[in-house]
């Protein structure tokens, strides 16, 4: 009968001591069978072990190394993958194309959650949309780099054709081609307005000019 290590998760074989041969060895050398580095086999075993197994609805954190966004990671084959990704197929067999992503229903992907139930394949846009819904996107001022709020960028598109694209761009620090972007639904486009938008004008009215430059010389 097969004795295994007595490490939470690890899943090797006995070597000494109650620990496996990874686990001894940072135990010898650090004093603790848990520091220094991973060992060889380790995270396979759990995922085989602990994270396979795991039947419940509640999430399953990922115990080892993440991504600088919380994101799981995993060294296979000789590449850092996406470690979801690893148990996604798994689970649900490989995806459907090469551009499907393992999404979470639970939306705490960042969160490094790795629970099986919560994974499913789907297309880039659906991931999006679901990220959206948990509120997890880094979409409009969500973005570290955004200079806009969503209000700014419905009153750019309400202004469409009554303000000219470089008065709006120099108001609201930006460029002209973004706010032509914006205005033509390519920019922002999950950002929806209800009324159409006006056609537009070469020229803005001058009383609109007059008080987007007032003051100025």
């Not at 620990?19 to 650090?30: E, V």
């Not at 930006?174 to 950002?191: E, M, N």
Request: glycine residues 8%.
């Amino acid at each position: 009968m097969a004795v295994f290590c007595s490490i939470e998760g690890c899943g090797n074989n006995l070597h000494v001591r109650g620990m496996c041969r990874s686990h001894y060895r940072r135990w010898y050398k650090y004093g603790d069978p848990n520091s220094g580095s991973t060992g060889r086999g380790v995270i396979k075993n759990w995922i085989f072990n602990v994270a396979l197994l795991h039947e419940g609805d509640e999430c399953l954190t990922w115990p080892f190394a993440t991504t600088g966004s919380g994101y799981t990671c995993l060294h296979h084959n000789g590449k850092n993958i996406v470690a979801t990704r690893y148990v996604c197929e798994l689970v649900n067999g490989p995806p459907p194309t090469p551009e499907h992503e393992a999404a979470h229903s639970c939306g705490k992907g960042h969160e490094a959650c790795i629970a099986p139930k919560h994974l499913r394949w789907a297309t880039s846009s659906e991931n999006q949309l679901e990220r959206a819904i948990h509120g997890t996107d880094s979409r409009g001022t969500r973005s570290a780099t955004a200079k806009l709020t969503e209000q700014d960028v419905l009153d750019i598109r309400s202004l469409r054709g009554k303000v000219q694209n470089k008065v709006l761009a120099e108001k609201y620090a930006v460029s002209d081609s973004h706010i032509a972007s914006i205005q033509l639904g390519r920019a922002w486009a999950w950002l929806k307005v209800d009324a159409p938008l006006p056609p537009r004008q070469l020229f803005a009215p001058a009383a609109i000019i007059n008080q987007h430059t007032e003051g100025k010389p």
